[in-house]
């Protein structure tokens, strides 16, 4: 079977010219994203999360390791996240008290309880938050990189598609007009086998993502979406590509999507032992953990400390806002305009 | 003083705002040396550059999708649909990103959509559209719609002026047929959100916007001339977000409305006109409130079959005698 095929690209004998510090902070990231979300999955069951849980367990490699490549901080490289990248957001500055706020539809929530899950942005911090319409937001990275390359700024943007997202008109329209303006932007295909329910045989008749650059003239790669340091060197090299003005990057990135599409989803349509093999012998973390370990770059004494860490800053955060107030519901009305600032409260109300 | 068409007057709006403001540019499909399908934007990439002035792939997601990205980094886009027919292409863009995007994710998207609109040019069903009833629903959006060559430049500067996403339809029935006398070096803006009153009168109210406002005072001339009738025309000039107040004023000032739109009846901007003023004019009615509009069918090519379903002059004049007679 395809998916099972035993990944090809092999991490490098020296860590991606990586420091120990910054091994440890990808596996910090890894963690942070798992716990993160192990978290919102009780508060899920609590009834505390008000809508879907979408889980990104055996991607947070990908997203991880993706966001590590760029450039962090003010006016530096910014990304779009899908659903189940909560992982790069977390790489580029979002804090979990954010994201859990933003889950349970907080009052002090990040969008102040207008949206949904992972759906916001912190453009200072680099990340621009999706919509629901699958491929939109390569239309707007595209637009967002025109104007890196109009100003002159060495700016890299990174936009996330999914298999079945490919297979939309704005991903077309998105990715042939960045590819003619030579936008410096990288695309990462995300291919996880599952479009909610659909695999990619139903969803298009080319076997590899990777095949569908060649439509549009960028240069491609595959990577290993599970193998964290093959997907950081692999977005670095084109991340630079792009910087150094050669266009858009088209990196394909193959994966597992484990969990269902949305915490309700009870998965009927996967073959549990294909689930059960990604689970057990190609998990993101459990891969790298081995890599850090058999190489002697860290001990397993500061990865345990990591998780414990991490267990205590989830803690907290959950915590710190669990108890928080929804927002009231007039605040519904402003902001919709710069100007006018709110919408019309309607007469019935004031009756 | 110069008299200039409301397509030069449009042009030079787009002109003064780049020359005014470096953070605008222009991306469309053969906006660049060829100067657009319309020549709107003729001689602009000569004088701004390939960069400021953006050829694109035939992509209107993509367009639109582009501009809402370059707006969110401190740019000014303004987008050109080659026709505005094409709009449509973009209408996840326009109203699932663009306008939600000041609301749900606190993201200024400063962006203008424009395009020639409506029919009366014998052009099908595919190069006549009006699309503002589609974009009307759309919290978030801004729609105008200038009538007069003044307003052209007035409502361009404005609106590549506003924080919002504003939605610019211009008529092309209108390019090159309207003239007005515009003085040179004096900077028009026309503020968004206020209607014109076009006309004075008082026996009955006529609200419009775009081409039928000419065919409205049309109308009105011929309504004073030959049975004595005093009507009062209002050019909406923004329909989103709509002057209510001046739609009030005239309807208490004359007591009966006709609404006038070259767009289809069902859904159209006339219907929440009238709602509108139920709500908020019920005593001051002494007629029920009629419509003149495009009969409900796509717009089609012939001249017999294109006039027979557009709304004409001579439908508003009897509209109005009706009108005036009840």
Redesign the interface.
Known sequence: MASRTRPTTQSPPLPAGLTREQLLGIYRYLRLTRTLEERLTALYRQSKVIGGLFRSLGQEGESVGSAYALERGKNGDILSPLIRNLGSMLVMGARPVEILRQYMAKADGP?RG??LNV???D?ELGY??Q???LG?M???????????K?RGEPRVGLVYIGDGGTST??FH??L??AA??RCPLVVIAEYNRWAYSTPPEKQFAVKDLVDKAKGYGVAAATVDGNDVLAVYQATKLAVERARGGAGVQFLEVKTYRRKGHAEHDDQHYEPPDELDWWAKQNDPIDRYVKQLIQHDWVDERELSDVDEHVRVEIDEATDACVDEPLPQGETALP??????RA?ERL?FRNL | MPEVTYLEALRQGLWEEMERDDRV?ILGEDVGLYGGAFKVTEGFSQRFGA??V?D??I?????????????????R?VAEMQFIDFVSCAY??LT??VA?A???????TPLVVRGPCGGYVRGGPFHSQNPEAAFFHT??L?IVYPATARDAKGLIKASIR???PVLYLEHKWLYRRIKEQLPEGEEIVTPIGEARLAREGTDLSIVTYGATVWKSLEAAEQLEQEDGVAAEVLDLRTLL?MDDAAIMRTVKKTNKVLLVHEDTRTGGVAGEIAARIN?QAFEWLDAPIKRVTAHDVPLPYAPTLEDFVLPQTEDIVKAARWLAAY
């Open positions: 969008t207008r949206e759906h916001f942005n453009l621009l938050g919509i629901s319409h939109d390569i239309p707007v990275m595209a637009g967002i990189t025109l104007t890196f109009l008109g704005t329209e998105g042939n007009f003619v303006q902001g919709v305009y710069a100007n006018p919408a007469w | 540019f960069q400021r953006i694109t792939p992509s209107e997601a993509a367009i639109v999708g582009a501009a809402a990205g370059a707006a969110h980094m401190g740019m886009p996840d863009m699932n990103y939600t000041r609301y749900r994710a606190g993201l200024a919290p978030g801004k506003d924080d919002d977000p709500e």
